[in-house]
C-alpha cells in the first residue's frame, strides 16, 4: 500500500493544488524536507499525499542517524517514474482542471483498463482514474487478472 510519495515540480505550490482538487483535497506548503515544497494531502483513511519539491532537488541519505537532507541538483525534466491516483470526479472534470493548470490530458488504454494520462508541467506522467477506471484496474490488477492479460498476447505498446 502506498502512503505518500514525492516528485519534484517547477511550481510545487500550483502542482499540488492541482492535485488536491482532484482528490476533492487540500495542499499545504511543506517545509520538512526542502523549501518552497508543497503537498496535496487527499483527506482519506490513509494517509494519501504527494509531496511536490522545487526542480532539481535531491535526497542524500544523512549522517548517521540524521534524515534525509536535501541536495540542490541540475532539474531533470523526463524520467521513468510516474504515479497512478483515484479521483472521484469525470473525465471531463479531470481534463476541464488540466486545461486550467496548463497540465494536456488524453485518455489511454493500457491494456486491460483505462487511464487518463495528465501530463504536470508537461513532463511528468500523471495517470488519473475515474471510478468506472479503478474498476477496470482493480479487475485486472491482480495475479490471476495479468496472467490472463498476459496469456492472451499483451505486447508492449509501440
Do not use: N
Not at 519534484?8 to 515544497?37: C, D, H, K, N, T
Amino acid at each position: 500500500m502506498l502512503f505518500h510519495m514525492s516528485m519534484a515540480a517547477e511550481r510545487p505550490e500550483q502542482a499540488a493544488r492541482m492535485i488536491a482538487e482532484l482528490w476533492g483535497g487540500r495542499a499545504y506548503p511543506f517545509p520538512p524536507v526542502a523549501e518552497g515544497s508543497w503537498i496535496a494531502m487527499a483527506g482519506d483513511d490513509r494517509g494519501s499525499a504527494i509531496e511536490f519539491l522545487p526542480l532539481g532537488t535531491e535526497f542524500h541519505e544523512g549522517e548517521g542517524d540524521a534524515m534525509v537532507r536535501d541536495v540542490a541538483g541540475a532539474p531533470v525534466r523526463h524520467g521513468p517514474v510516474h504515479v497512478a491516483i483515484a479521483t472521484e470526479l469525470s473525465i471531463d472534470q479531470v481534463k476541464a482542471i488540466g486545461a486550467r493548470h496548463g497540465a494536456p490530458t488524453k485518455v489511454c488504454s493500457r491494456g486491460p483498463f483505462r487511464v487518463i494520462e495528465l501530463w504536470l508541467e508537461g513532463t511528468f506522467m500523471i495517470e488519473v482514474l475515474t471510478a468506472e477506471m479503478q474498476s477496470e484496474y482493480l479487475a485486472a490488477m491482480h495475479f490471476e487478472g495479468w496472467e490472463a492479460f498476459l496469456a492472451e498476447g499483451a505486447r508492449i505498446a509501440a
